[in-house]
C-alpha cells in the first residue's frame, strides 16, 4: 500500500495569493494525480502530474491557474494561483498502484479563500 | 465522455434498515470503485470491483458490478449510526488503476 502525505493540511488564504501544496508519496508511483472537491460537491480531477514532463489537465483546468509540478516518482505540487473564494475547495493527491488495482488518496488540503 | 450518476444524493434511513446505493456510468468499464467519506475527512476505500458480476462484501456493506449494465450497487444490510456518511462510487476508464470519474456522491443519514 501507499501512504500519502500532503501539506498543508489546512490553510486560510487571502485572496489574490497563491499557495503550493505538497504531495509525499512513501514508495515510487507512476501515476499521481490532483483532484479538487468544492464544497458539498464531488470530486473533479485537476491533472495527472507527469514525471519528466508537463503535466496533463482536464478540461476546464488550465496551467496557469494550477501550476503542477512533479520532480521525482515520490514528489508532486499543486498551485493555486490567483486565488479567489471560488477556489475555497479540499485539494487531494491519488496515486495508482498500476498494475496493483488500488488507488490510494492523501488526507486532503482544505483551503478557505477570504 | 465518462459520466457517472449515482442515486439517491441523499439517502435517511433507520437503524435495521436495508437500502440500496446505485451507481451508474455511461462507457465501458470493468474497474469500479466505492469510497466512503466522514465530514472533515479524506476518502476511505471500500470496495475494488474489476469484473463483470464481481461481488465484494465487507460487515453490513456488499458491493456488486454488472458492466454489461454499467451498473453498480452499494447494499446497506441493516444500517447501524456509524454507517452515516457520504458514498461515492468512482469508474477508472483507463482500466490502468488510475483516474478516476466520480460520482455525484451519496450523503447517508442513519438515524435511530
Known amino acids: 500500500s501507499a501512504v500519502i502525505s500532503q501539506k498543508p493540511s489546512r490553510d486560510i488564504c487571502q485572496r489574490g495569493t497563491s499557495l503550493t501544496i505538497q504531495c509525499q508519496v512513501d514508495?515510487?508511483?507512476?501515476?499521481m494525480f490532483w483532484y479538487r472537491q468544492q464544497p458539498g460537491q464531488s470530486l473533479t480531477l485537476i491533472a495527472t502530474?507527469?514525471?519528466?514532463?508537463?503535466?496533463?489537465?482536464e478540461s476546464g483546468f488550465v496551467i496557469d491557474k494550477f501550476p503542477i509540478s512533479r520532480p521525482n516518482l515520490t514528489f508532486s505540487t499543486l498551485t493555486v494561483s490567483n486565488m479567489s473564494p471560488e477556489d475555497s475547495s479540499i485539494y487531494l493527491c491519488?496515486?495508482?498502484?498500476?498494475?496493483?488495482?488500488?488507488?490510494?488518496f492523501g488526507e486532503g488540503s482544505w483551503l478557505t479563500v477570504v | 465522455e465518462l459520466k457517472v450518476e449515482q442515486n439517491p444524493l441523499f439517502l435517511s434511513m433507520q437503524e435495521g434498515k436495508n437500502y440500496t446505493i446505485y451507481c451508474n456510468y455511461s462507457?465501458?468499464?470493468?474497474?469500479l470503485y466505492w469510497y466512503r467519506q466522514d465530514p472533515g475527512k479524506s476518502l476511505e476505500s471500500l470496495f475494488v470491483?474489476?469484473?463483470?458480476?464481481a461481488v465484494k462484501q465487507e460487515g453490513r456493506l456488499m458491493a456488486s458490478l454488472d458492466t454489461k449494465a454499467r451498473l453498480s450497487t452499494l447494499h446497506i444490510t441493516a444500517a447501524v449510526h456509524d454507517l452515516s456518511a457520504t458514498y461515492f462510487c468512482?469508474?477508472?476508464?483507463?482500466?490502468?488503476?488510475?483516474?478516476?470519474?466520480f460520482g455525484t456522491g451519496t450523503r447517508l443519514q442513519v438515524t435511530l
Open positions: 502530474a507527469n514525471q519528466g514532463s508537463e503535466a496533463t489537465y
Open positions: 470491483l474489476l469484473s463483470n458480476g
Open positions: 491519488s496515486v495508482g498502484d498500476w498494475p496493483g488495482n488500488t488507488i490510494y
Open positions: 468512482a469508474v477508472d476508464g483507463t482500466g490502468t488503476a488510475s483516474k478516476l470519474t
Open positions: 514508495s515510487q508511483v507512476t501515476m
Open positions: 462507457t465501458t468499464s470493468d474497474r
